[in-house]
């Protein structure tokens, strides 16, 4: 009878004995249940803080430079960091300064002289006006000496042709005075014009000069210096940087697996040390660049104060977000299975092998679209040690 009892104890252990062509001890196993939860894409990558913004300052003019700071002082915003002596451009600036002053003297004298002209020409008017009264006041006085007869016709004609000719004059002075009013005006116009013009050039050279002392844009540390003291400068030539320590960005190079799945806006999460801050994707580079995809991500709650040009920081970019789905826990056996492949346990000792569907990844999860169900516990270690057994007896 115990015979009998233990027999039919040991009948279910060698039943899978007999189906199990492999066994694996269960403390060599990874094991994880498939839950129903959020699943969050995303990708972690290593990237090193750089400066958001970093201007160059460069000469503005051929000359001697001299460096009023060095590399890793704090500046501020408009102070003076350099100087350029550029005696070729100051030398141009006081030539166009006295051809200015020459230019505004000759313009007062020619208003001076245009005054003094049209006067003359008013006077000449004023003179011919006078003649015309004369005249009229003669022809008058023949009229009358003719309505009596006491004068020759000759006389009276003559009297007439004065008339005649006092008004031709008048009005010819007149005409003449105004028409030039009209070219006095004309040229001194020209002259203003032409002082504007030098005046404009003057104001030009006078930015250029004030722009021989260079000033940081930003608040922030100076970078390189890019020049010695005292060395000879070409226009455009580099000077100096200006880093600004309040304003920073990671610099993070993703997979090329994962470049058609970035876009800009989105989230992303930055680890320094225990503490983790918000960013969001800011810009991506259009190429790649040995299988990497350049990318900026900028920080948008708050910023650490503890950060250094080159820092490396790790980065968890949130590609995408499903809520509700099948995830079950990443492990080896998605790379020894291919990702099609997993071992269910079935309750009895035994893990099943199932072909299974996945969707999306995310650094912790995966998302399963089928071949498993809510509650099913898989074995997420490397299944090569299974050899592709269709069964395997699971051993405590």
């Not at 102070?79 to 005696?87: G, I, K, M």
């Not at 049209?118 to 008017?125: D, G, I, N, Q, T």
């Not at 940081?216 to 020049?227: A, R």
Request: without cysteine.
């Amino acid at each position: 009878m115990v015979i009998l009892v233990l027999v039919w104890v040991m009948i279910p252990a060698i039943n899978r004995w007999a189906i199990a062509t492999v066994t694996v001890p269960l403390d060599r196993l990874r094991i994880a249940t498939v839950t129903r939860a959020d699943l969050v894409r995303d990708v972690s990558v290593q990237g090193r803080v750089v400066a958001a913004v970093s201007p160059t300052l460069y000469a503005p003019a051929p000359g001697t430079i001299t460096l009023l700071v060095e590399a890793g002082s704090v500046v501020g915003k408009d102070q003076v960091v350099a100087r350029v002596d550029s005696p070729e451009l100051m030398n141009r600036l006081q030539q166009a300064l006295s051809a200015r002053d020459q230019l505004a003297v000759r313009l007062q004298r020619q208003r001076i002289e245009s005054r003094q002209q049209a006067l003359e020409k008013r006077k000449s008017a004023d003179l011919a006006n006078v003649a015309l009264v004369a005249a009229n006041r003669e022809k008058r006085r023949a009229d009358q000496a003719n309505a009596v007869a006491v004068i020759s016709v000759i006389d009276f004609e003559k009297a007439q042709d004065d008339l005649r000719n006092a008004e031709l004059a008048h009005a010819h002075a007149v005409a003449d005075a105004d028409l030039f009013d009209e070219r006095l005006a004309f040229e001194l116009q020209a002259s203003e014009l032409e002082l504007q013009g030098q005046q404009l050039l003057v104001d030009e050279l006078q930015r250029l000069v004030g722009e021989l002392s260079l000033k940081s844009p930003v608040n922030g540390v100076v970078g390189d210096l890019l020049v010695d003291q005292k060395a000879a400068v070409a226009r455009d030539m580099p000077v100096m940087a200006v880093v600004d320590l309040t304003r920073f960005e990671i610099d993070a190079q993703v997979p090329e697996s994962y470049a058609d799945d970035l876009g800009i806006g989105m989230l992303a999460e930055i680890l320094i040390g225990t503490d983790r801050y918000a960013g969001q994707l800011v810009a991506i580079s259009p190429e790649i660049v040995s299988s990497q995809v350049g990318s900026r991500i900028r920080f948008t709650d708050r910023m650490p104060t503890n950060l250094r040009q080159n820092q490396r920081l790790t980065t968890r970019i949130l590609i995408e977000e499903k809520p509700g789905v099948l995830t079950l826990q990443r492990g080896q056996f998605l790379e020894s299975g291919g990702g099609r492949v997993a071992y269910v346990l079935d309750g009895n000792g035994l893990a099943i092998r199932k072909s299974i569907v996945i969707g999306a990844r995310s650094l912790g999860e995966i998302e399963v679209l089928g071949g498993l169900v809510e509650g099913d516990r898989v074995i997420i270690s490397s299944i090569e040690q299974f050899r592709s057994a269709e069964s395997v007896l699971i051993t405590d």
